[in-house]
């Protein structure tokens, strides 16, 4: 949100913005994984008593791409000039309609109502900051 407002304001690529923001988001990432790993270390956090099953990660990653290609597909229309911020946005809320209605059902119609309302509100608050 902050890039896509720094873009507007500044007339900046946000599609570049966004790129340029890989390397620094993959960065905190890892920080704040080391960061847990000590914290967990120091203070004796229990571990998992199964082992690390290769297999079960591979399983649950492929049953987890069709919701991480979302992200992709947000920078690959921005990037390409496909589509503006907004309407890639718009895109990325029709994909994950279709994703969990279709691929994981666990929407519903009687779920979009409240999700709606969710996100009106949410708009509504943010337009009046």
Same mark, same amino acid.
């Given at each position: 949100? !902050?890039?896509?407002? $720094?873009?507007?304001? #500044?007339?900046?690529? !946000?599609? /570049?913005?966004?790129? @340029?923001?890989?390397? *620094?988001?993959?960065?905190?990432?890892?920080? &704040?994984?080391?960061?847990?790993?000590?914290? @967990?270390?120091?203070?004796?956090?229990?571990?998992?008593? #199964?082992?690390? +099953?290769?297999?079960?990660?591979?399983? +649950? =990653?492929?049953?987890?791409? *069709?919701?991480?290609?979302?992200?992709?597909?947000?920078?690959?229309? !921005?990037?390409? /000039?496909?589509? #503006?911020?907004?309407?890639? %946005? @718009? !895109?990325?809320?029709? $994909? %994950?309609?279709?994703?969990?209605?279709?691929?994981?059902?666990?929407? %519903?119609?009687? +779920?979009? $109502? *409240? @999700?709606?309302? /969710?996100?009106?509100? =949410? =708009?509504?608050?943010? &337009? &009046?900051?």
């Amino acid at each position: 949100v !902050i890039l896509i407002l $720094y873009g507007a304001l #500044t007339n900046t690529s !946000i599609g /570049g913005l966004l790129l @340029a923001g890989i390397l *620094p988001s993959l960065f905190v990432a890892a920080v &704040m994984m080391v960061t847990t790993w000590i914290v @967990a270390r120091r203070h004796n956090f229990p571990r998992l008593e #199964t082992k690390f +099953d290769a297999r079960e990660v591979g399983r +649950d =990653t492929l049953l987890a791409l *069709p919701a991480l290609a979302m992200p992709l597909i947000v920078l690959v229309t !921005i990037v390409g /000039g496909f589509a #503006t911020a907004t309407e890639a %946005s @718009a !895109i990325a809320v029709v $994909y %994950s309609f279709l994703i969990g209605t279709l691929v994981y059902r666990e929407l %519903s119609l009687n +779920d979009l $109502y *409240p @999700a709606v309302v /969710g996100a009106v509100t =949410t =708009t509504g608050v943010i &337009m &009046m900051i």
